[in-house]
């Protein structure tokens, strides 16, 4: 019994080996050259602002966190292609520089009100980035009027960006 179990667990620990060093089926995630910088309170204000970072900033933006078993094959392939298809369908990171559509601010509403965004394996393991009826109320009052003053930052204000 016990040598079956140590057998069991070599197995699984040479899987993992061999796992490190195949080729991964997925690009690996890789740093940009020059990451942007984030003010995330430029993006909805301080309240919404602080929950986008918390909650969707690792697969909605370049400031993505990755945790050591991040790194470890198979998690890293899973990690790579949702931060690279989130990214590809919403990036906080050029927020500013962009235009935003009533549709897209309908569909961030729609993934936070459905309990789709954020992904559940997610906050599975990230337990603070759950959201809150609060924190959807939030996201949803400034997803129908994003420019209001409210969460528009002071900054913001001042250099007249978005007024
Ligand atoms: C663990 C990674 C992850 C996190 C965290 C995450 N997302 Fe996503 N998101 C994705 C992926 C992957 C997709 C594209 C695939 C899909 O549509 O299911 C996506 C798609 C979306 C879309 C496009 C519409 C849709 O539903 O497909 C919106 C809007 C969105 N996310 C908003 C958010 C918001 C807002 C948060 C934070 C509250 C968040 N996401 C957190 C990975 C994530």
């Known amino acids: 019994m016990r040598a079956t179990l140590k057998c069991s667990a070599l197995g699984v620990s040479a899987l993992f080996a061999v796992l490190q060093v195949v080729p991964a089926p997925v690009q ?4 940009p050259a020059t990451p942007r910088v984030i003010t995330w309170q430029h993006v909805g204000g301080y309240e919404v602002g602080a929950v986008l970072y918390r909650a ?3 697969c909605h933006s370049s400031d993505t966190r990755v945790p ?10 899973m990690l790579a292609k949702h931060v690279r298809e989130g990214r590809s369908k919403l990036d906080f ?11 897209e601010m309908e569909e961030i509403c729609d993934a936070v009100s459905n309990g789709s965004m954020p992904l559940r394996g997610y906050t599975m393991i ?3 980035a ?3 009826k609060h924190d959807v109320d939030s996201i949803c009052d400034w997803a129908n009027a994003p420019s209001s ?11 007249g960006r978005r007024k």
């Open 28 to 31: 690996p995630l890789t740093r």
């Open 149 to 159: 003053e409210k969460y528009v930052s002071q900054t913001l204000d001042t250099a």
């Open 56 to 58: 969707c900033k690792d």
């Open 126 to 128: 990230h337990r603070d």
């Open 68 to 77: 050591w078993y991040g790194h470890v094959a198979p998690i890293s392939w």
């Open 130 to 132: 759950k959201l809150s």
């Open 93 to 103: 990171s050029d927020w500013d520089s962009r235009r935003h559509s009533a549709n």
